[in-house]
Antibody, heavy 121, light 107 residues
């Protein structure tokens, strides 16, 4: 079965960076895009952008442009999200989510379990 | 940005009752690209509906979606105990945005 397993919780100081991994299994890695969505406490989910696992092309939400980087390792069937210049408002649960490249539109069939990132001095 | 508003914020119902959840967009959702997700505490969201009315794989037929333009509805025909959760709508026609959620709790 399809699984997306994320790395564990992280604590960072303001100004630091964090890198979250999303290990996938149960499907052909290059047939899906991986999106990143975060949910801060009391807030609605927020889409951060996506990476095409087949060719590595990325698209970033304007809100995070310049601060976030998505990469993938096809041999490890793993996607990564790195967020820099962290501030307290970045405290949130970060999710990776899979979207079939063959589907009509970008909705998220599969989700990782979430990674809590806490930014605190 | 397409802003989604969901109502009500909380819906208190009993098992067996019908639930009607609303999602309204600040502008028309392109291509009918509207999805619904269910999320329970400590769990990842689960895709229920995509393309306004198509049920995702394995989703029971008590869940149905409808609507067009700016107004969309998720209906749960008869609530089962496992349906008490938070429901989010997402539009993916213009970038991607989510609504704030509707919590369905037990009356």
């Amino acid at each position: 079965q399809v699984q997306l397993v994320q790395s564990g919780a992280e604590v960072r100081k303001p100004g630091a960076s964090v890198k979250v991994s999303c290990k996938t299994s149960g499907y052909t890695f290059t047939t899906y895009a991986i999106h990143w969505v975060r949910r801060a406490p009391g807030q609605r989910p927020e889409w951060m952008g996506w990476i095409n696992a087949a060719n590595g092309n990325t698209e970033y939400s304007q809100r995070f442009q310049g601060r976030v980087t998505f990469t993938r390792d096809t041999s490890a069937t793993t996607a990564y999200m790195e967020l820099s210049s962290l501030r307290s408002e970045d405290t949130a649960i970060y999710y990776c989510a899979g979207d079939s490249l063959a589907a009509d539109g970008q909705f998220f069939d599969y989700w990782g379990q979430g990674t809590l990132v806490t930014v605190s001095s | 940005e397409v802003v989604l508003t969901q109502s009500p914020g909380t819906l208190s119902l009993s098992p067996g009752e019908r639930a009607t959840l609303s999602c309204r967009a600040s502008q028309g959702v392109k291509y009918s690209y509207l999805a619904w997700y269910q999320q329970k505490p400590g769990q990842a969201p689960r895709l229920l509906i995509y393309g306004v009315s198509s049920r995702a794989t394995g989703i029971p037929d008590r869940f149905s979606g409808s609507g067009s333009g700016t107004d969309f509805t998720l209906t749960i025909s008869r609530l089962e105990p496992e349906d008490f959760a938070v429901y989010y709508c997402q539009q993916y026609g213009t970038s991607s945005t989510f609504g704030p959620g509707t919590k369905v709790d037990i009356k």
